[in-house]
């Protein structure tokens, strides 16, 4: 079982760098390379189709767990061009104080179709685009 464990400091408070992570529907607002999400369904079991800037196969995730108290929201990959199977993973945001928070990004997998360090820096990269583009929000 791979894993990657990845964390940021947004300038912005938990609540509000939470509001958008908490929309399920809302990785476009701060993913660059997502160009549309559409969702089917709602809370726990509900279904999110990612389609990519560059036009590939489109990433359909799974909402598993969603606690707004905790601010942690948690979904699998059902299917997905990347490199990786029986991919689970988990964002939580912990305040820091009243405009800082950290944000927290983690995940197990298998790889697929490719060595675990390709695997890896895969997943890392989209945790890197999401941190960059919740840093510009909260500047």
Do not use: H
């Amino acid at each position: 079982m791979s894993r990657v464990n990845m964390s940021t400091t947004i300038n912005g408070s938990a609540e509000a760098v939470w509001n958008y992570i908490r929309d399920f529907n809302g990785l476009p607002a701060f993913i660059s390379a997502i160009e549309k999400s559409t969702l089917e369904g709602s809370g726990i079991g509900a279904i999110r189709t990612l389609t990519l800037q560059d036009g590939g196969p489109p990433i359909l995730e799974k909402l598993e767990k969603f606690d707004d108290d905790a601010k942690t929201l948690s979904y699998s990959i059902v299917t997905s061009p990347l490199p990786v199977r029986d991919y689970f993973s988990t964002v939580e945001v912990k305040a820091l104080g009243p405009a800082r928070c950290e944000v927290k990004w983690y995940s197990t997998f298998e790889p697929k179709d490719a060595p675990e360090s390709v695997a890896v820096e895969v997943i890392e990269g989209v945790y890197s685009g999401a941190f960059e583009g919740l840093e510009k929000i909260f500047k």
